[in-house]
Every structure is written in structure tokens, then in C-alpha cells.
């Protein structure tokens, strides 16, 4: 397939749906930026010189993984932090690692993908337009880049792992190249930085933020990696699990448990106003924005004067952004986070993505089941049980307002709604809407 972005060439080849994906993905990787850049096997183009280059596992035709070109480097990089990974992907992983050698023997400078420039193109212009090429130059001990090439989704944005000669990780680079993905990446960064430093003691460990800022069209975030130990949480975890939240929670809270109006939370006037820019004239979906607007005005005349306890959001606390290396609680992925969000909300929003997203559940099925936990989960929280049936209302709306109104703005930026949603959001705002 080939496609031109600007001045950007990607050709990875016949079309295909495992071809279009990666080709998609690398679409976010390589934006259009003023500098012509050409994307594909083979030699660059006359005139070009490489300026980067990786190693297509486990074949041009079915392209899964972007690996240093060196076979020991990606078989090693093939394997790191394979306790983190799902079954599946995992011996996906181990099954490339044993081939790569075999691989890169047979199929030699075929499976090599290099990006390439005009020669009379400077230094600095080249680290502006190809982020790779920027994070091996300026991050210490880095040689070498790898990108996986998983499916498109309306959410995501490219992780790029920094590795040193010998295939080792070094670093974790998040990349955004659009304002709505850029938003969020520059949001985690601030939290991991501001959320690492108020946490006391080993139980619960955010990645330190190495770097993060703008590079011509992107936004970076490069994180220390976790340690090689580091295992995977899963959803029979949820125990322990709600017992570190706790302590995730008090982050900011040097006096104990605090309450605030849900109004006044930091969280609360983040969507409020995420809610106004995406429900305008403009938005592709009136049925979602009417739905989602008058949840929003019906949370703010019922529940906007509730007193609720507050302390440190994560936004998306599910098994697959945390790990755990020994009785350390490893937690990353804060994109939806906040410095100040009601206490349960994090709790019940691990039974939504773990009902949504592990099981299948629709989107309908999937709120019932987040407000049936609340008897289980909130009171591990330190919430009376009195209090559960009210806060349950309150924290379902609050969560509905907050799926909502990120799908809107994937939508307004071109990238589609996110899958699971239709048909069935807007019928659901208005369920939860009603007195």
C-alpha cells in the first residue's frame, strides 16, 4: 500500500488489512511536516540519504513489530517486559524472538524499513520531522527504536521503546502528533511528575518522567522503564489492587481524606469544559451531543453541591496499565487523570473496563455491572455503607460524562468514535439522565 500525507510517502506494499493497519499507525508517526520523507524497503529514493531504519517482524507481508535492524538487539527487545504482556501476545513475542536470527538470514534487506530525506535536508529539521530519529539522539544511551504496529484505535497513539546497542530499554516515549492526543500525553507527563513525588513509600511506583515537551509537529513524553521483573496485573488482583488505589488516592493529601462539591473538583471543571467544546454546532454526532449535554446539566443541578471525598484521579486504573515487581504496585497510563477527581470513581471504572473490555460486554451491560460493584468496592475506600446507593448515582453520571465526552473529541479530531459505544450511549446517557 502506498499513501501520501503532505509531503510524506509510506510504502509498505501490497494492500492488506494487516498492511493497512500498520500503515495507518505509521501514519501518526510520521505526520506531514515541510519536510519530505519517504517511508519504505528497499533503497531511499534519488537524492534521499536513511536517516532511520528498522527491522519488519515477522515479515514485510505481515508486519506486527518494528525492531533494531541488529538481530541480537531485536531479540532481545522482542522479549523485554514479556511478564507485562497478555498470553497471546506474549508468545507472540517469544515465538518472533526465536526467528528473528533465521529470519533476518533469509529475508536479508528486504524486511529492513528505512526513512529517508533529501540530502541537503539539515540535522535539525530531520529530529523535528522523524521523532525516532530525535529520541536516539538526544536519549542517553539510546541506539535504536521499536514501534508496535497493533491494530488503529480512535484513542491511541504510537509508544515508542528507546533501546540501547544491545536491544535493552532505556526508555518509553509516548507520541502524539494531533491536539487531542497531544493533550492527554502532556496531561500523564504532568501527573506522573506531580503524582510520583507525593507518593510515600514502595507501595505504589510511577514511572519517573525523563523528559517531555514539543518536537516539531509532536508531543513526547519519554518515562524510565519498569523494571524487567515487573509482572502484569490481572483482574483477580482487584483486592490488592483497590487496597494500593488507596493509597494512590492520598497522593495530594497531606491531612487526611478531604471532600470538596463535585463542582469545585479539578476533575469536574476539566470535563465540564472538554463537555462545551465538543457538543457544538460542529459535532458530527447531535444524538450523542444532546445526550451528553443534558447529563452534564443534570449532574450539575442534582450532584454539583454533593460534598464528595477527592484525592488523586487516574482515569483509566485497569490490570493492563499496571504491574506489579515484588509487593511494588508499578501504575502508568494517566492520560485521563487528574490531580483532584471523587475517591471511588477509579474504583468503579476497573468493573466497567474489566466487564467492557475483557469479557465483551456492551456498553449498557458494562455500566450496570460498574453500578452494581459499588456495594463490593466502595466501602474498601472508606465509604459508608449508607452512602453507596447516592455516590453510585453520582460517580456512574460522572464517569458517563467523562467516556463521552473523549469519544467526541476523538471524533472532532478526525479519528472516529471509539468501538463499543453505538448503538446504544445515547439510550444509556438518557437512562442515567433521568430524575
Given at each position: 500500500?502506498?499513501?501520501?500525507?503532505g509531503?510524506?510517502?509510506?510504502?509498505?506494499?501490497p494492500?492488506?488489512?494487516?498492511?493497512?493497519?500498520?500503515?495507518?499507525?505509521l501514519?501518526?508517526?510520521f505526520?506531514?511536516?515541510?519536510?519530505?520523507?519517504?517511508?519504505?524497503?528497499?533503497?531511499?529514493?534519488?537524492?534521499?540519504?536513511?536517516?532511520?531504519?528498522?527491522?519488519?517482524i515477522?515479515?514485510?507481508?505481515?508486519?506486527?513489530f518494528?525492531?533494531?535492524?541488529?538481530?541480537?538487539a531485536?531479540?532481545?527487545?522482542?522479549?523485554s517486559?514479556?511478564?507485562?504482556?497478555?498470553?497471546?501476545v506474549?508468545?507472540?513475542?517469544?515465538?518472533?524472538?526465536l526467528?528473528v536470527a533465521?529470519?533476518?538470514?533469509?529475508?536479508?534487506?528486504?524486511?529492513?524499513?528505512?526513512?529517508?530525506?533529501?540530502?541537503?535536508?539539515?540535522?535539525?529539521?530531520?529530529?523535528?520531522a522523524?521523532?525516532t530519529r530525535?529520541?536516539?539522539r538526544h536519549?542517553p544511551g539510546?541506539?535504536?527504536?521499536?514501534v508496535s504496529?497493533?491494530?488503529?484505535?480512535?484513542?491511541?497513539?504510537?509508544?515508542?521503546?528507546v533501546?540501547?546497542g544491545?536491544?535493552r530499554?532505556?526508555?518509553?516515549?509516548?507520541?502524539?502528533?494531533?491536539?487531542?492526543?497531544?493533550?492527554?500525553?502532556?496531561?500523564?507527563a504532568?501527573?506522573l511528575?506531580?503524582?510520583g513525588?507525593?507518593?510515600?513509600?514502595p507501595?505504589?511506583?510511577l514511572?519517573?518522567?525523563?523528559?517531555?515537551?514539543?518536537?516539531?509537529?509532536?508531543?513526547?513524553s519519554?518515562?524510565?522503564?519498569l523494571?524487567?521483573?515487573?509482572?502484569?496485573?490481572?483482574?483477580?488482583d482487584?483486592d490488592?489492587?483497590?487496597?494500593?488505589?488507596?493509597?494512590?488516592?492520598?497522593a495530594f493529601?497531606?491531612a487526611?481524606?478531604?471532600t470538596?462539591?463535585?463542582?469545585?473538583?479539578?476533575?469536574?471543571?476539566?470535563?465540564?469544559a472538554?463537555?462545551?467544546?465538543?457538543t457544538?454546532?460542529d459535532?458530527?454526532?447531535p444524538?450523542?451531543a444532546?445526550?451528553?449535554?443534558a447529563?452534564?446539566?443534570?449532574?450539575?443541578?442534582a450532584?454539583?453541591?454533593?460534598?464528595?471525598?477527592v484525592?488523586?484521579?487516574?482515569?483509566?486504573?485497569?490490570?493492563?496499565?499496571?504491574?506489579?515487581?515484588?509487593?511494588?504496585?508499578?501504575?502508568?497510563d494517566?492520560?485521563?487523570?487528574?490531580?483532584?477527581g471523587?475517591?471511588?470513581?477509579?474504583?468503579?471504572?476497573?468493573?466497567?473496563?474489566?466487564?467492557?473490555?475483557?469479557d465483551?460486554?456492551?456498553f449498557?451491560?458494562?455500566?450496570?455491572?460498574m453500578?452494581?460493584?459499588?456495594?463490593?468496592?466502595?466501602?474498601?475506600?472508606?465509604?459508608?455503607?449508607a452512602?453507596?446507593?447516592?455516590?453510585v448515582?453520582?460517580?456512574?453520571?460522572?464517569h458517563?460524562?467523562?467516556?463521552?465526552?473523549?469519544?467526541l473529541?476523538?471524533?472532532a479530531?478526525g479519528?472516529?468514535?471509539?468501538?463499543?459505544?453505538?448503538?446504544?450511549?445515547?439510550?444509556?446517557?438518557r437512562?442515567?439522565?433521568?430524575?
Open positions: 500500500m502506498t499513501t501520501t500525507a509531503r510524506v510517502t509510506i510504502e509498505l506494499g494492500s492488506s488489512p494487516r498492511v493497512d493497519a500498520a500503515t495507518a499507525q501514519r501518526h508517526l505526520p506531514a511536516t515541510g519536510v519530505d520523507v519517504h517511508v519504505g524497503y528497499g533503497p531511499p529514493p534519488a537524492g534521499y540519504r536513511v536517516v532511520d531504519a528498522w527491522r519488519v515477522p515479515s514485510a507481508a505481515r508486519p506486527l518494528l525492531v533494531p535492524v541488529d538481530a541480537g531485536a531479540r532481545r527487545l522482542l522479549t517486559h514479556n511478564r507485562l504482556r497478555g498470553p497471546k506474549r508468545a507472540a513475542r517469544t515465538a518472533a524472538s526467528a533465521g529470519l533476518a538470514a533469509v529475508s536479508g534487506d528486504r524486511t529492513v524499513l528505512r526513512a529517508s530525506v533529501p540530502r541537503d535536508v539539515p540535522d535539525d529539521a530531520v529530529d523535528a522523524l521523532v530525535h529520541l536516539r536519549v539510546a541506539v535504536a527504536t521499536a504496529l497493533r491494530a488503529f484505535h480512535p484513542l491511541a497513539k504510537p509508544t515508542v521503546q533501546t540501547d544491545r536491544g530499554v532505556v526508555a518509553f516515549t509516548k507520541v502524539a502528533s494531533d491536539p487531542a492526543t497531544g493533550e492527554r500525553v502532556e496531561r500523564e504532568v501527573l511528575r506531580d503524582l513525588a507525593g507518593l510515600p513509600g507501595a505504589v511506583r514511572p519517573r518522567v525523563l523528559d517531555h515537551g514539543t518536537v516539531g509537529p509532536f508531543t513526547v519519554v518515562v524510565e522503564p523494571p524487567q521483573s515487573t509482572r502484569g496485573a490481572r483482574r483477580d482487584e490488592r489492587v483497590l487496597d494500593r488505589l488507596a493509597t494512590f488516592a492520598a493529601d497531606d487526611g481524606p478531604a470538596a462539591p463535585l463542582r469545585t473538583t479539578a476533575l469536574w471543571t476539566e470535563l465540564t472538554r463537555v462545551r467544546a465538543v457544538g454546532p459535532c458530527t454526532r444524538d450523542l444532546d445526550a451528553l449535554r447529563l452534564t446539566e443534570s449532574v450539575e443541578r450532584d454539583g453541591d454533593r460534598p464528595v471525598a484525592g488523586a484521579f487516574h482515569g483509566d486504573w485497569v490490570p493492563w496499565n499496571m504491574g506489579w515487581a515484588g509487593d511494588t504496585l508499578w501504575v502508568w494517566l492520560e485521563y487523570g487528574s490531580r483532584q471523587p475517591v471511588g470513581l477509579d474504583a468503579l471504572r476497573w468493573v466497567y473496563q474489566c466487564t467492557h473490555v475483557l465483551g460486554a456492551t449498557t451491560e458494562a455500566v450496570a455491572a453500578a452494581a460493584a459499588g456495594p463490593r468496592v466502595l466501602p474498601r475506600l472508606g465509604v459508608p455503607a452512602d453507596v446507593p447516592d455516590l448515582r453520582t460517580l456512574v453520571r460522572v458517563l460524562v467523562a467516556v463521552l465526552s473523549t469519544a473529541a476523538a471524533l479530531a479519528r472516529g468514535l471509539p468501538p463499543g459505544l453505538d448503538p446504544d450511549a445515547a439510550a444509556v446517557l437512562t442515567w439522565t433521568a430524575p
